[in-house]
């Protein structure tokens, strides 16, 4: 979904070629394979670059366009409105927490502006282990959090229910001085960030 609106695209990750093949126009002729397979079949192709690879894609008809980062702003930072109902890290030998997880991953809603609708595959890829991986009963909604010394990244959110995103932040347990969302929030969140 983008903007609420449903879109068919097409996501290319991590393209890469073994040293021992490199310099043999590999990447290149695969990347033009899967866009003249698909560019009449979708919407739109699109990827997360690697900065190096700026000019490889841009030969390829690929534009550069603005990323954004979403920090929560100061005045909300810290501000814990429920210290009896907070999340706890999900143990990957908890089937139960597992299978809801899975479940709500395949049916449940979108916390982002753009953002799957059929996001098992990747986001099972990313949360295989389940290492972070929250659930905080009181709400019924998971969270992928990423703690990088004082900053807590919100990777992802998985939920069955909507739920107030300000209301999700104001349930983290986890110290942190600094917020930032791994994705682009809908815009009744918006207030909520610095961008």
């Not at 603005?66 to 409105?81: C, D, H, M, P, V």
């Not at 347990?173 to 809908?186: A, D, W």
Request: aromatic share 16%; hydrophobic share 35%.
């Amino acid at each position: 979904k983008y903007n609420n609106e449903n879109k068919k695209y097409i996501q290319i990750g991590t393209v890469m070629t073994s040293y021992s093949f490199r310099n043999r126009s590999l990447a290149s002729k695969l990347m033009k394979y899967v866009i003249e397979e698909y560019k009449d079949k979708c919407d739109a192709i699109y990827l997360f670059g690697d900065l190096k690879a700026l000019e490889f894609y841009k030969k390829l008809g690929f534009t550069v366009i603005n990323q954004y980062r979403y920090n929560l702003k100061k005045e909300y930072i810290g501000k814990i409105i429920n210290n009896k109902n907070q999340f706890i890290k999900v143990n990957k030998d908890n089937i139960s927490l597992k299978n809801l997880f899975i479940e709500y991953i395949k049916k449940g809603i979108s916390y982002g502006n753009f953002e799957q609708i059929n996001r098992f595959g990747l986001t099972m890829f990313y949360c295989q282990y389940f290492e972070d991986v929250y659930y905080i009963d009181s709400l019924d909604v998971f969270v992928v959090l990423e703690l990088d010394n004082n900053k807590l990244i919100i990777k992802s959110i998985i939920g069955k229910n909507d739920v107030s995103l300000e209301e999700i932040i104001a349930n983290i347990n986890i110290p942190y001085s600094y917020l930032e969302l791994g994705f682009t929030p809908l815009e009744k969140d918006m207030y909520l960030f610095d961008c």
